[in-house]
């Protein structure tokens, strides 16, 4: 009756007997008749593994992936070349566990690759402290606003309407249930409206959210706009893509008080939407606020270097009316991953890595917007990301296809947001703008 439980008739009756039941079906009596099956699951007929694999490997044919089509797909995960080291270092037996660090002296190794981390992750964004990642860039922005509510105590937060869509869910979200408001904040031609957010500013402001690079793939220019809100003792929180850090200002250089991101672009694969890891930098004053763990260095007994968890603010250690926040894990796998990446490369490695796959979409905005019917949305500065208006999209989406390609995320009826990466060389380019050219010829 139960072919996958690995037991003879003899060891269940033996078992049923020791707990003095008739049979297994009566471990189940609390269960509703109403919802249990009334007949058997309707599965296929039972065959070899053989067999089996054979049968799965033709259904996953049909999926779509990037060793078969090209693709041109960002949106906020990025297909970049992961160095070989990377998988090799993270399938050590050692890494394999997601249980917290709470004994340090037998757990040096996973604490000082998180420290690692953190130490990459506030040279990146020009902040004083970083966590040890969370969830994703999502739930890191969501944190990122409980952080300025709760520093300012302030119960609003203005969000750029600039901010990719499902950051943007997840923040109202979480606001929601936290009785916490936002307001949207509307932009011009695609960027930062600073006169729509002086106009917005209140005295009940905690903080102002935006990304850069946008939903838009524009880079914004944020002059002046920590000076209003820092003014007004309101907060800036910059969301952005990491890689980009590297070649353009950083958040510390805007004068941001958080910032946030995912860090899947560092060494993390696309893994079909995740998982992936969100980071979180703040100013030193802000982080007693900071959610989630931190890794410190110190020195032991001995006088050696030893790193343990510090400010644990968290649900797990403290009242939960009092904690920082209810997130009190991290992906220390993903993050790892991200280390060994930015170790590997180091700046002058991924600072090549963001300007080639700026260039590569630079020079695709060029060779697109030449062919009739293509133009740019906008003219402001972008970095890998290229939002275009194509007049007949769905027969360039659909002849595509006959070239295995997959040109972008298709926003609206006419537009198209188009992503490069270095993984793209210049023939991969210009087979696009090839089929380009035949398919709206």
């Not at 003219?379 to 208006?389: S, V």
């Amino acid at each position: 009756m139960h072919p996958y439980i690995p037991h003879t008739d003899g060891d269940i009756d033996t078992m049923l007997q020791q707990i003095g039941v008739d049979s297994i079906n009566a471990l189940f009596e609390d269960i509703p008749e109403g919802i249990m099956l009334s007949k058997p699951l309707n599965l296929p007929e039972t065959h070899s593994e053989q067999a089996i694999i054979k049968k799965l490997s033709k259904i996953s044919h049909k999926n779509i992936d990037s060793s078969q089509w090209l693709r041109f797909v960002g949106g906020g995960l990025y297909e970049h070349f992961i160095p070989s080291i990377v998988p090799q270092l993270l399938s050590r037996s050692e890494f394999n566990t997601a249980y917290t660090p709470y004994q340090p002296e037998i757990s040096q190794g996973t604490l000082q690759a998180i420290f690692e981390y953190q130490t990459m992750i506030t040279e990146l964004t020009g902040l004083d402290v970083a966590n040890a990642s969370h969830y994703d860039g999502a739930t890191a922005l969501a944190e990122a606003a409980f952080m300025a509510c709760a520093s300012t105590r302030r119960s609003t937060v203005l969000i750029a309407d600039t901010l990719h869509q499902q950051s943007l869910e997840v923040v109202t979200t979480y606001l929601k249930y936290k009785d916490l408001s936002y307001v949207l904040v509307p932009s011009k031609d695609g960027r930062v409206n600073l006169d729509q957010l002086e106009h917005l500013v209140t005295k009940e402001t905690a903080a102002y959210i935006l990304a850069t690079p946008n939903v838009n793939g524009l880079m914004e220019d944020l002059e002046g706009v920590a000076e209003l809100l820092h003014a007004n003792k309101s907060l800036l929180i910059t969301s952005t893509n990491p890689m980009s850090l590297s070649i353009y200002k950083s958040p510390g250089e805007w004068q941001a008080d958080i910032a946030v991101g995912d860090g899947q672009v560092f060494g993390n694969s696309i893994n079909f939407g995740g998982p992936t890891l969100g980071f979180i930098a703040c100013s030193k004053k802000l982080m007693r606020k900071m959610p989630g763990r931190i890794v410190g260095e110190t020195l032991d007994l001995d006088g050696q270097r030893g790193y343990v968890l510090t400010l644990q603010a968290r649900e797990q250690h403290i009242r939960r009316e009092k904690a920082t926040s209810n997130i009190t894990s991290n992906q220390a796998l993903n993050a790892l991953a991200a280390t060994i990446y930015l170790s590997t490369l180091g700046l002058k490695g991924i600072s090549e890595v963001a300007n080639r796959s700026r260039i590569n979409a630079h020079y695709l905005k060029d060779k697109l917007t030449a062919i009739i019917g293509i133009r740019s949305v906008y003219e402001a500065p972008f970095y890998n990301e290229i939002l275009l208006e194509v007049e007949h999209l769905d027969r360039w989406i659909k002849g595509l296809e006959a070239y295995s390609i997959i040109p972008g995320i298709r926003v609206d009826d006419h537009r198209i947001l188009i992503s490069t990466t270095e993984i793209h060389e210049k023939k991969d380019l210009d087979t696009l703008i090839a089929a380009t050219k035949e398919v709206l010829s």
